[in-house]
Antibody, heavy 120, light 110 residues
């Protein structure tokens, strides 16, 4: 069974940093693109970043470029999102999502999410 | 960036009735369009991809159609478990950047 479990969310002050993690199991993690998708409270979904199987390609939504870094450790079956210079508008539930094999921009499995709150 | 626009924002439907949800892209996405269902407090679930292909385990009452810039999700006979928010998403770009979602349609009980 495919499982994605996020962790690392919490309350952080504006300008602060946070590192999210996603533990993957039930599939060959190293064979899939992975993404982070977020959802502000009461709002819709927003793709944040994705990363190729070997980490050689990474893409970001414009609003987080230069502040967020996506990475992965295939030996640990883990995905990460380092978030720096956090702003109030980054407050959201952050989901880890798997890119479907052969259609990498499509998300076929999602974690339950971790809440990030940016507030003083 | 491709902007995805969903309508209506809220759809009130009685159980057993048909629901028709629309999604429009600001430029052609071919058939690279997915639909997701999200219930309160839960993660989104993939329903449809390739504009019309049901994902594994999705009931036949869910169907998708369209191509280019106009897409439709139809739920033929609403069940109680179908009341949720539905999002469309385009994945037309290669490399896979600038992936965008519509704002969602909430299907509520009439």
């Amino acid at each position: 069974e495919v499982q994605l479990v996020e962790s690392g969310g919490g309350l952080v002050q504006p300008g602060g940093s946070l590192r999210l993690s996603c533990a993957a199991s039930g599939f060959t993690f190293s064979s899939y693109w992975m993404s982070w998708v977020r959802q502000a409270p009461g709002k819709g979904l927003e793709w944040v970043a994705n990363i190729k199987q070997d980490g050689s390609e990474k893409y970001y939504v414009d609003s987080v470029k230069g502040r967020f870094t996506i990475s992965r450790d295939n030996a640990k079956n883990s995905l990460y999102l380092q978030m720096n210079s956090l702003r109030a508008e980054d407050t959201a539930v952050y989901y880890c999502a798997r890119g479907r094999m052969g259609i990498v921009g499509l998300f076929d499995y999602w974690g339950q999410g971790t809440l990030v709150t940016v507030s003083s | 960036e491709i902007v995805m626009t969903q309508s209506p924002a809220t759809l009130s439907v009685s159980p057993g009735e048909r629901a028709t949800l629309s999604c429009r892209a600001s430029q052609s996405v071919s058939s690279n369009l997915a639909w997701y269902q999200q219930k309160p407090g839960q993660a989104p679930r993939l329903l449809i991809y390739g504009a019309s292909t049901r994902a594994t385990g999705i009931p036949a009452r869910f169907s998708g159609s369209g191509s280019g810039t106009e897409f439709t999700l139809t739920i033929s006979s609403l069940q109680s478990e179908d009341f949720a928010v539905y999002y469309c998403q385009q994945y037309n770009n290669w490399p896979p950047r600038d992936l965008t979602f519509g704002g969602g349609t909430k299907v509520e009980i009439k």
